[in-house]
Nanobody
């Protein structure tokens, strides 16, 4: 089984920044994209940012312009730089990978809390 290992979550003050990282335990055959989703208490899981193999990026409307996703293809890793954080960004953030054949992989989640 492919394992996505996340790190970088924690407590940050409003207006601050945080960087999340995710690395696959092995190269994913047929990988076509990696990215991040999040789920806040009482809310549905939503897209944060996703980057496809070709480099195109999909953004969630709530984070566009504040968050930046990047990927290291050689190591199947993905980073999420989060800036100008607000309490509404508090959530569990999940690393995600999609491979051809509708094969999805999810990390265990890393918690981000934005609070003063």
């Amino acid at each position: 089984q492919v394992q996505l290992v996340e790190s970088g979550g924690g407590l940050v003050q409003p207006g601050g920044s945080l960087r999340l990282s995710c690395a696959a335990s092995r190269s994913i055959y047929g990988l076509n994209g990696m990215g991040w989703y999040r789920q806040a208490p009482g809310k549905e899981r939503e897209l944060v940012e996703r980057i496809a193999i070709g480099g195109s990026i999909n953004y969630g409307d709530s984070v566009k312009g504040r968050f930046d996703v990047s990927r290291d293809s050689a190591k199947d890793t993905v980073l999420l730089q989060m800036n100008s954080l607000t309490p509404e960004d508090t959530a569990v953030y999940y690393c995600y990978a999609r491979a051809f054949g509708e094969r999805d992989y999810w990390g265990q989640g890393t918690r981000v809390t934005v609070s003063s």
